[in-house]
């Protein structure tokens, strides 16, 4: 009995190794540690991102340099926002000192997950603390280079 290749599809479970990198150095890499498994169409992973995937067979070792915004969109300055300390505080550690670079974990509305933002600048003011946040995807905006080891697919 022959036996055929598995390919991604729309709806296929993955185990992998993948490094998403931009202009600064990678932002996630799995190799050399424990493989991801993902689900496509769930939203785990951008559609551009899973668009490169679509039809590769299982066992393939690839790169992609996706065009700048392609991968995670355009830089959307609406996504900077001030939050003041009173809410920090809420969300999260009260004795926390935000910095500049710092990447912060908030909770979604709903309360099942979470979303990032990272520290633009912090101000002390007479009205209080605030700290500007940048809930763009650090990739967004920028060409990305996705490598990709497809350990299984189902």
């Known amino acids: 009995m022959t036996t055929y290749p598995s390919l991604v599809q729309a709806d296929s479970f993955l185990t992998l190794h993948y490094r998403l990198s931009g202009p600064r150095g990678d932002i996630i890499n799995t190799f050399g540690e424990k493989?991801?498994?993902?689900?496509?169409?769930?939203?785990?992973?951008?559609?551009?991102?899973?668009?490169?995937?679509?039809?590769?067979?299982e066992g393939v070792h690839t790169?992609?340099?996706l065009p700048p915004g392609a991968a995670f969109g355009q830089r959307n300055p609406d996504m900077q926002q001030w939050?003041?300390?009173?809410?920090?505080?809420?969300i999260g550690d009260p004795q926390e000192k935000h910095q500049v670079g710092d990447v912060v974990q908030f909770p979604t509305p709903d309360g099942l997950s979470t979303y990032a933002g990272t520290v633009l600048e912090v101000k002390k003011g007479e009205e209080g603390?605030?700290?500007l946040f940048d809930f763009n995807h650090p990739l967004a905006g920028h060409p990305v280079r996705l490598e990709v080891q497809l350990i299984g697919v189902l």
């Open 83 to 90: 939050v003041g300390a009173k809410l920090l505080k809420e």
């Open 35 to 57: 493989p991801a498994t993902l689900s496509l169409g769930v939203g785990e992973l951008s559609p551009a991102i899973e668009s490169c995937l679509m039809g590769l067979e």
């Open 63 to 65: 790169t992609f340099e």
């Open 129 to 131: 603390d605030a700290v």
